[in-house]
């Protein structure tokens, strides 16, 4: 059974402009969460996708947006970067939550630094 | 909005010692996540506690729920230095789907020889 992966492991970029990241679910995995974790801080829930469509969006500016796959892998974009978007940003993926454990399984996370 | 605490933010243990981590929240649920995060790593699922009263453990730590105090408390017993991380409690709403988690702080633990 394949883990969580995210690419890429590490980014610098510029204040302005726009990034894109990427995550590989869990096999058998068709709900992918994406969260913020800034340094010293717990990871803040970003939003989720499930079955290629929007599940659910935290309290993030619309700069923010996000994509699901027919595989089921997802990406997080970013546009008009700004120094406080430097974060660890992690993905998880779980299965629906009727009649499962609601258990989700974060991958190693992407580091973005905005200079 | 929901609030998820955790107290204390920081932990300083001798080897051998016990120790309790709170972790209150403000909204009903009966989902409750403890995460372990050691420095620059992801999060390390430790226990999924679903139900009041819910109560895990493996090895020395050992994980309870009380929905209707909305508090759940990690236990550390005979502390190791191997145990020295961050623990994030994390809560899932009733009113979402799943899998929609709320982080607290997390806890700063430090196990000294």
């Known amino acids: 059974e394949t883990g969580v992966t995210q690419s890429p492991t590490h980014l610098i970029k510029t204040r302005g402009q726009q990034v894109t990241l990427r995550c590989s679910s869990q096999?058998?995995?068709?709900?992918v969460s994406w969260y913020q974790q800034a340094l010293g801080q717990g990871p803040q829930f970003i939003f989720q996708?499930?079955?290629?469509?929007?599940?659910g969006r935290g309290n993030f500016p619309p700069r923010f947006s996000g994509l699901q796959f027919p595989n089921y892998s997802s990406e997080l974009n970013v546009n008009a970067l700004e120094l406080d978007d430097s974060a660890l940003y992690l993905c998880a993926s779980s299965t629906p939550p009727a009649g499962a454990t609601y258990e989700q399984y974060f991958g190693p996370g992407t580091r973005l630094t905005v200079t | 909005e929901l609030k998820v605490e955790q107290n204390p933010l920081f932990l300083s243990m001798q080897e051998g010692k016990n120790y309790t981590i709170y972790c209150n929240y403000s909204?009903?649920?009966?989902?409750l996540y403890w995460y372990r995060q050691d420095p620059g790593k992801s999060l390390e699922s430790l226990f999924v506690l679903l139900s009041n009263g819910a109560v895990k453990q493996e090895g020395r730590l050992m994980a309870s729920l009380d929905t209707k105090a909305r508090l759940s408390t990690l236990h550390i017993t005979a502390a190791v230095h191997d145990l020295s991380a961050t623990y994030f409690c994390a809560v899932d709403p009733e009113e979402t789907s799943g899998s929609r988690l709320t982080f607290g702080e997390g806890t700063q633990l430090t196990v000294n020889p």
């Open positions: 996708y499930y079955r290629e469509e929007e599940n």
């Open positions: 096999s058998g995995h068709n709900t």
């Open positions: 909204t009903t649920s009966d989902r």
